[in-house]
């Protein structure tokens, strides 16, 4: 028997967004997994319309916006629940080559230690270009960032390596391992939570693999960003707040004593970047969210369930 895989989707107000990835999922070569739609607190009915659509899916209904960890964490208590041997989230604005899931599941299969494992990520409007070749994080600086980013994939990037963390565009795990270390942390709500989740399995002494024979192809940006340039540019302000938040989080929980100094100073002068930024450019909105973020990314902490 196959080891069997639950295809996490969440889904809020965008059905055809959702409805194009279900449709690219149809032609994967892996049988052995079903797709579980979390409708989270849509209220354009999409969430109906997709299981119209799709009758094979399995949709889970949220009668609120829990965000992508409240609703990612839905999916996972399902699965856990019912005995799917992986999950994977995968972000609902992608596109998967048939055999991306295979590779995921061949390679975990002979490889027990390693708990989580990303795909290599594309841009959906140029799917020559890397959106993601693998995830890193500066301990020193207290940054995460990942390689390749709009570069074509050349060598360094089409070998299976070990990451520092893995993207939640297309996070890819062992039910087992979640039993060990618990979900997503539910009020983070978005951003930086596959980070923290990447690092409570390696706690554990599980490695985190980048595998690029698996490959995703993604829109980028679908849920945070205007179609239209207003006053405060693209962005909705609230992407700030969280983003500075668990940024400050993710440093208080993770940074050592002896990186402290280093990572203090780096971080202050980024975020006094980021604030002179949005004064000169006279974005108030961005600048009150982005203060509002630091103050609790500095009083409060992450918590879970």
């Known amino acids: 028997m196959q080891a069997s895989v639950a295809i996490i989707l969440v889904n ?4 055809d967004v959702t409805n194009d990835c279900i449709q690219s999922l149809k032609n994967i070569d892996y049988k052995a997994h079903r797709v579980l739609v979390v409708d989270n607190g849509s209220i354009d ?9 799709h009758p094979e899916i399995i949709l889970i209904k949220s009668e609120t916006n829990q965000g992508f960890t409240g609703g990612n964490n839905l999916g996972f208590q399902y699965a856990i629940k019912n005995g799917f041997t992986y999950s994977i989230m995968l972000n609902n604005d992608t596109f998967v080559e ?5 590779h995921l599941v061949q390679y975990m299969e002979k490889h027990p230690n390693t708990g989580a494992i990303q795909s290599r990520i594309h841009y ?32 360094p990037y089409l070998q299976i390596k070990e990451v520092d963390w893995v993207t939640g565009c297309s996070f890819f795990v062992r039910n087992a391992v979640l039993a060990e270390t ?34 995703v192809y993604h829109i980028a940006g ?23 938040r668990n940024r400050i989080w993710l440093l208080k929980r993770y940074t050592k004593w002896y990186q402290a100094p280093t990572v203090l100073i780096c971080n202050i002068f980024y975020f006094s970047l980021i604030l002179g930024y949005f004064a000169a450019r006279l974005r108030l909105e961005k600048l009150k969210a982005t203060l509002k973020g630091i103050r609790d990314g500095i009083s409060l902490s992450i918590k879970y369930d």
């Not at 009915?45 to 659509?53: A, H, I, N, V």
């Not at 020193?140 to 994939?153: E, S």
């Not at 679908?222 to 500075?244: A, R």
């Open 182 to 215: 618990g979900l997503l942390a539910q009020n983070m709500f978005i951003y930086s939570e596959d980070v923290d989740l990447s690092f409570r399995i390696k706690a554990l002494g599980y490695s985190l693999i980048y595998h690029p024979d698996s490959v």
């Open 124 to 155: 959906n409007h140029d799917r020559s270009i890397l959106w993601n070749g693998g995830s890193y994080y500066s301990n020193w600086f207290g940054f995460a960032y990942t390689k390749g980013i709009n570069q074509k994939p050349s060598k």
């Open 222 to 244: 679908m849920s945070n960003k205007s179609k239209t340039k207003g006053k405060e540019g693209f962005l909705n302000p609230i992407v700030h707040y969280l983003n500075f």
């Open 98 to 102: 048939p055999d991306f899931l295979t």
């Open 12 to 15: 809020w107000n965008s059905f």
């Open 45 to 53: 009915g999409s969430g109906e319309k997709l299981l119209t659509t």
